[in-house]
């Protein structure tokens, strides 16, 4: 049975303005990292309001765990999330780790220790420095480590690696995958698609509200994209290049064209998949 499951979900800002989100339907696994990618404007983070209880189920249905999930989720659904804001909203006049410590207050079970956490993100060292001073970085940091503290069993990340350095990018990677080692279910937001084909077990193609395709990242590949070679050739002294596809005429081309070629170096690649996400949406994902 799916941990999440989404069925004809709608919402709109605006009472008859065009909807921000359209007839949404996926269902997340549990323990499964499930990524929501699309360009700026998409309705990621809308998505991520409704399904975290933030924004009201205007249209559709949710489940969690089999059951109906009511329009006002109580205590005990807020207990077992955790919620990384795109934009990190701590409290500038508290430590990093007072306020990781006022945030385990709020829930009822279990938490996590936070001195460890801030060890996980890097930020020891800086446990009682005032987080208003903080960098921006660092107040991402702190607002992911903040989403982890009632050990959740779904976590909503918006943007988790937007605007850190590759190192910290990586840790906070690293965190994630942990997290779904011990059968934690992600949803993960991001326009970014190395970070959706590093991280999602599955990933949802999100354009002007519609979802136009889910599968994994490789799926997606092998469905839409097509695998090339690019030849570098050279010619009295001058080096070329030329790409090739691998079916039907492309194929016996490229084999021609390496026999009558001098040829210095031949690489293969699959599509990315941005250039999926622009073949199936007209759209980039800036
Ligand atoms: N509070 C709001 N009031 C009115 N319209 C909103 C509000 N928040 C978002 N929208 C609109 O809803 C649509 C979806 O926005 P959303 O924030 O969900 O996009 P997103 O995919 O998260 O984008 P980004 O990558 O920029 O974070 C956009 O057209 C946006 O302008
Ligand atoms: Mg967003």
């Excluded at 385990?104 to 420095?129: I, N, P």
Aim: proline share 3%; aromatic share 10%.
């Amino acid at each position: 049975m799916a941990m999440i499951e989404v069925k004809q979900v709608t919402y709109s800002y605006k009472k008859d303005g065009a909807p921000a989100v359209k007839n949404v339907n996926f269902s997340i696994e549990k323990g499964e990292i499930f990524g929501f990618l699309g360009p700026s404007g998409a309705g990621k983070s809308t998505t991520q309001g409704i399904l975290a209880g933030l924004l009201e189920i205007q249209q559709g249905e949710i489940f969690i765990d089999g059951a109906l999930r009511s329009a006002h989720p109580g205590k005990e659904f807020f207990n077992r999330i955790g919620m990384g804001f795109e934009i990190p909203n701590v409290y500038k006049k508290l430590s990093g780790l007072d306020n990781l410590n006022f945030h385990a207050k709020l829930y009822d079970g279990e938490t996590e220790d936070a001195m460890e956490v801030l060890e996980m993100v890097g930020l020891a060292d800086d446990a009682k420095k005032r987080a208003g001073a903080y960098s921006k970085g660092m107040k991402q940091r702190l607002g992911f480590a903040r989403s982890l503290m009632n050990k959740p069993d779904i976590w909503f990340l918006d943007e988790p690696t937007m605007g850190l350095d590759p190192g910290t990018a990586n840790s906070i990677k690293g965190i994630i995958k942990r997290k779904q080692s011990e059968a934690t279910t992600i949803f993960l937001t991001t326009h970014n698609m190395f970070v959706a084909e590093e991280l999602c077990d599955r990933v949802a193609f999100i354009v002007d509200g519609s979802i136009v395709a889910v599968d994994t990242p490789k799926n997606l590949k092998l469905k839409y994209g097509k695998m090339r070679v690019v030849v570098e050739y050279e010619q009295k002294g001058v080096l070329f290049s030329k790409e090739f596809g691998l079916s039907g005429d492309e194929k016996a081309e490229f084999q021609r064209f390496i026999g009558e070629h001098e040829v210095k170096t031949v690489h293969s690649g699959e599509p990315s998949l941005e250039e999926i996400f622009i073949k199936l949406t007209g759209r980039g994902l800036e």
